[in-house]
Every structure is written in structure tokens, then in C-alpha cells.
């Protein structure tokens, strides 16, 4: 009778262990996922941005050729 209630423990104490394990693999992935998430959305609001900055560029872009192209007094 005393080794199956140390066999017990020990399968217990195994179970245990595996599910402390297991879980810590959920965890670690949970923390890759969200690693993941958080750099494409970086990557994301980099792409915004830079599409922003073209278009800002497009539109003022070409004002300042007006006053070569005009001639004014001297020409």
C-alpha cells in the first residue's frame, strides 16, 4: 500500500509538471503572438506615414515652380 501512494504522488506530481509546462508553452506563445501584432502594426503605421509624407509632397510640391516659370519684371 505505501508504493502505490507514492507512485500516486509521483504521477500526480508529473501531471503536475506537465501542465505547469504546457502552460508556460501557451504563454510564450501567447507573447510571440502579440510581439508579432505589435511589430505589423508598426510596420503598418510605418507604411502610413510614409504614404502620408508622399502625398503631402505631391500636393505642395509643385508651388514653388510657378515664380521661375512666370518671367515677372525682368523678363
Given at each position: 500500500?505505501?508504493?502505490?501512494?507514492?507512485?500516486?504522488?509521483?504521477?500526480?506530481?508529473e501531471?503536475?509538471?506537465?501542465e505547469e509546462e504546457e502552460e508556460e508553452e501557451e504563454d510564450e506563445e501567447k507573447e510571440e503572438?502579440?510581439?508579432?501584432?505589435?511589430?505589423?502594426?508598426?510596420?503598418?503605421?510605418e507604411e502610413e506615414k510614409e504614404d502620408e509624407e508622399r502625398r503631402g509632397r505631391g500636393?505642395?510640391?509643385g508651388g514653388g515652380g510657378v515664380g521661375r516659370?512666370?518671367?515677372g519684371i525682368e523678363g
Open positions: 500500500m505505501m508504493m502505490l501512494g507514492r507512485e500516486e504522488e509521483e504521477e500526480e506530481e501531471e503536475e509538471e506537465e503572438d502579440e510581439e508579432k501584432e505589435d511589430e505589423e502594426e508598426e510596420e503598418e503605421e500636393r505642395g510640391g516659370r512666370g518671367g
